[in-house]
C-alpha cells in the first residue's frame, strides 16, 4: 500500500460508491413523476444525488456522483431519460451535473457536522433536510446556473430564472431524501465518510 | 437493458481510434468558443449533422438521445433572440448544435471499453503521481455496470412487493428498503472481493508476497 | 493443507461468537455444521483471514491470517452463499479474470485459463453472457468457476446450495465430490456430507462434536430437535 490519505479508501468504501451510482441511476431510469405544481414531470435522479451524499457523508456520496459523471462522460446511457455522452458535459445542463460532485459533498459534510448529533426526530429531520437543500440545491445551481449562462451566453439572471423552474421540485425531493436518510440512519447506521 | 449507447458498425468514425476522437472533439468544444462568425459556424454545423449521418444509427436512438437537448437548445435560442438579437440567438444555437452532434457521433462509434482503455491512460500519470488509484477507479466502474440492472431490478421488486401491500407511489416506502438491502449487500460484495485478493499487486514491487516464502513479514 | 486454530476466540464489541477454538484440518472433506448463529459462517471467514481472531491464531500451512492475508486468499478460496454479491464484474470472462488479474496471472495466459475452467464445469457457453442476466444455478457455477480458475489449495463453501433448486443442488453436490482439492463446507444441507471425512458441529461459538459424518451427523439431529 502506499501512503496517500490519513485513512485509505477501503474496499466496502468502493462498493458503497459503485452502489450508489448504481442506485442514482435506477432512480433516473423510473418513469418521470408528475408534482401538481410543475407542468414538466421531474425524474428521481437528483434525489438518488442527496441520498448519495445524506447516506454515504462527503467522500463516498461524491465519489458516487463523480461515478455517474464519469460512466456519462463513458457513452453509457445513465442519465434520467437514458441520455448519456460526451456532449452531455459542454452543453447547457452539464453544469448540473458536474455540481452532483460538490453537492453530494456539502450536504455529507452537513449531515456528519449536525444531522447525524441532532437529538430528536424533529431536530434530525430538519437538519437533514436542511444539509440536503443547501447541497443538493444551492450548491448544485451554484455550479449549473453559471455554466448555463457560460455556454450558451445569456445572463446570470436568466439562466438563474430557468434554474428557479426546477426548485420546486428539487426541495421536495429535499424533504423525501431527508426523510429517507433519517430512516435510514435509524434502522442501517453507518457511519458518514 | 442495453447498458452502451454504442451502435456497431464500419464507418469511417468507427474505425478512428478513441484517443484522437476525443483529442478533436476536445478541440472542437474550445474552438467553437473563439469565433461568433455564422459564415464560419454555419457550415461547421452541417458538417457535424454530415458526421452524425455517416454512423448510421437507428432512428429511434437518435430521437432519444437528441429529444431532450433540443428542448433546452430550443428555450435557449428562444431566450436569447428575445432578449439580445437574432444574430446573438444564431451563434449561440450553431455553438450548441456542433458541439451536441460531434459529441453524440464519437458515443455512438465508440465502444465503452475503448473509451476504458483511454481512461486508462489518462490516469496513468495521475497514478503515478500518487494523485488517483487507477485500478480502484477502474473497478468502480465494472462494478457499477455490473450492479446497476441488479439494483433496478431490486427496485421493482420492491415497487411490486408495495403495491401488493397497497403502498403504491409513496416514495419513501420505495427507496429506504431499497438503500438498506444496497448496504447490507455492500458488506457481502466487499467480502468477496477481498476474498479473490483485491486490491492487485502492485507492479512496483511486482508481488511482494510470493518471494518470502513462509515467514510472518513481521 | 494444514489449517490450525489455536484456542481462536472472535468478539464483535460486547458479543463472543466464537469461543476459544482449537482445531486442526487436514482431511480432505470436511463439514461444518450447526444452527443459524452458532458462529459458523465468523469460523469460515477466518480461514482466509475475512476475520480476524480477537484473541488466538490461525495457521494456514505455515502462514498467519493475521500478518499474511493476501498470501492465504489465493491458497484458500471462498465460496459464498449468495452468488448475487459474489460476481462482482459485468461479463462472466470478466469476472473469472478478475482473480487471476490480482494475483498476477500474465495478461496472456489469463483468456485460456477463462475459458478452461468454464468447460471444466460445463458451462463454456456462459463465458460472454451477462451476470446480471444468468439463472440460479448458473450463477452459483460460475462463483464457484471464479473461484476454481485461481487453482486454489483449500475451498471454503458458505452454504452454497441453500438458495439453489433441487435439480442445481445435485449438480453442485457432484462438482464438490470431484473436486480435487481440500474442501471445508458449511452447510444446513446434511446429504452433501456424504463421504466427507469429517465434521464438526458448532454449537453457540463452540466445537460441540468433532467426528465422521456417520456419528456426526445423527449426533447434530438427536442435539437439535
Same mark, same amino acid.
Given at each position: ?110 449531515? #456528519? ?44 439572471? #436568466? ?13 421536495? #425531493? ?20 | ?218 | ?225
Amino acid at each position: 500500500m502506499t501512503v496517500r490519505t490519513r485513512r485509505p479508501m477501503s474496499t466496502q468504501d468502493l462498493v458503497l460508491i459503485a452502489l450508489f451510482c448504481a442506485v442514482i441511476v435506477a432512480l433516473g431510469l423510473l418513469p418521470p413523476v408528475s408534482i401538481a405544481v410543475i407542468p414538466v414531470p421531474v425524474t428521481l435522479q437528483t434525489l438518488g444525488v442527496m441520498l448519495a451524499g445524506a447516506v454515504l457523508g462527503p467522500v463516498r456520496g461524491a465519489g458516487a456522483c463523480a461515478l455517474v459523471v464519469l460512466l456519462t462522460v463513458l457513452g453509457l446511457p445513465v442519465l434520467s431519460g437514458g441520455r448519456g455522452g460526451l456532449g452531455v458535459i459542454p452543453g447547457p445542463t452539464g453544469g448540473y451535473l458536474l455540481g452532483w460532485i460538490p453537492g453530494a459533498f456539502v450536504t455529507g459534510w452537513l449531515v #456528519k457536522r449536525f444531522a447525524v448529533r441532532a437529538g430528536g426526530r424533529l431536530t434530525s429531520l430538519a437538519a437533514h433536510f436542511a444539509a440536503c437543500l443547501v447541497g443538493g440545491l444551492l450548491v448544485v445551481y451554484a455550479v449549473g446556473v453559471p455554466w448555463t449562462s457560460m455556454t450558451t451566453g445569456l445572463g446570470i439572471g #436568466k439562466a438563474a430564472l430557468g434554474a428557479a423552474y426546477f426548485a420546486i421540485g428539487d426541495t421536495l #425531493k429535499a424533504a423525501v431524501a431527508a426523510a429517507v436518510a433519517h430512516h435510514v440512519r435509524r434502522s442501517y447506521p453507518i457511519e458518514p465518510r | 437493458m442495453r447498458m452502451s449507447l454504442y451502435v456497431p458498425g464500419t464507418s469511417p468514425l468507427h474505425r478512428v481510434p478513441a484517443g484522437w476522437k476525443l483529442a478533436v472533439l476536445l478541440l472542437c468544444g474550445v474552438a467553437v468558443f473563439l469565433t461568433r462568425s455564422v459564415t464560419l459556424l454555419g457550415p461547421a454545423a452541417g458538417l457535424a449533422l454530415v458526421l452524425l449521418l455517416t454512423v448510421r444509427a437507428p432512428r429511434e436512438q437518435l430521437a432519444r438521445q437528441l429529444r431532450g437537448p433540443l428542448w433546452v437548445l430550443a428555450a435557449v435560442v428562444a431566450v436569447a433572440a428575445l432578449s439580445e438579437s437574432g444574430h446573438a440567438a444564431l451563434v449561440v444555437g450553431l455553438r450548441l448544435v456542433i458541439l451536441l452532434l460531434t459529441a453524440l457521433s464519437v458515443t455512438l462509434t465508440t465502444r465503452t471499453s475503448e473509451l476504458q482503455g483511454v481512461l486508462e491512460v489518462m490516469l496513468r500519470p495521475l497514478d503515478r503521481a500518487g494523485l488517483v488509484n487507477a485500478p480502484a477507479v477502474a473497478l468502480a466502474v465494472s462494478l457499477a455496470l455490473r450492479f446497476i440492472p441488479e439494483v433496478f431490478q431490486q427496485f421493482q421488486e420492491i415497487r411490486e412487493a408495495q403495491a401488493a401491500r397497497g403502498l403504491r407511489g409513496s416514495p419513501l416506502a420505495l427507496v429506504v428498503p431499497l438503500v438498506i438491502r444496497v448496504l447490507r449487500s455492500a458488506e457481502d460484495i466487499a467480502a468477496a472481493i477481498d476474498a479473490r485478493c483485491y486490491p492487485p499487486a502492485r507492479s512496483r514491487h511486482p508481488d511482494r508476497d510470493d518471494r518470502l516464502s513462509g515467514k510472518a513479514p513481521g | 493443507m494444514r489449517i490450525a486454530l489455536d484456542g481462536v476466540s472472535v468478539r464483535f464489541g460486547p458479543r463472543t461468537v466464537l469461543d476459544a477454538v482449537s482445531v486442526e484440518l487436514t482431511e480432505r472433506r470436511i463439514g461444518v455444521i450447526g444452527a443459524n448463529g452458532s458462529g459458523k459462517s465468523t469460523f469460515a471467514r477466518l480461514l482466509n483471514g475475512l476475520v480476524l481472531p480477537s484473541a488466538g491464531t490461525v495457521l494456514v500451512g505455515a502462514d498467519d491470517t493475521a500478518t499474511d492475508a493476501r498470501r492465504i486468499r489465493r491458497r484458500v478460496g471462498f465460496v459464498f452463499q449468495n452468488p448475487d454479491n459474489q460476481i462482482v464484474l459485468p461479463l462472466v470472462e470478466e469476472d473469472l479474470a478478475f482473480g487471476l488479474r490480482n494475483t498476477g496471472v500474465p495478461r496472456k495466459e489469463i483468456p485460456g485459463r477463462v475459458r478452461e475452467q468454464l468447460a471444466d464445469l460445463g458451462i463454456a457457453a456462459l463465458a460472454g453472457r451477462p451476470s446480471h442476466a444468468l439463472s440460479g444455478g448458473e450463477k452459483q457455477l460460475v462463483a464457484l468457476a471464479a473461484v476454481l480458475v485461481m487453482r486454489p489449495e483449500t475451498v471454503v463453501f458458505d452454504e452454497p446450495t441453500t438458495l439453489l433448486d433441487l435439480r442445481n443442488r445435485n449438480r453442485l453436490r457432484a462438482v464438490i465430490a470431484a473436486l480435487p482439492q481440500q474442501a471445508v463446507v458449511l452447510t444446513h444441507d446434511l446429504g452433501l456430507l456424504d463421504g466427507f471425512d469429517r465434521v464438526l458441529v458448532l454449537d453457540a461459538g463452540r466445537i460441540a462434536y468433532d467426528g465422521p459424518p456417520r456419528t456426526a451427523v445423527p449426533w447434530y439431529v438427536a442435539h437439535h430437535s
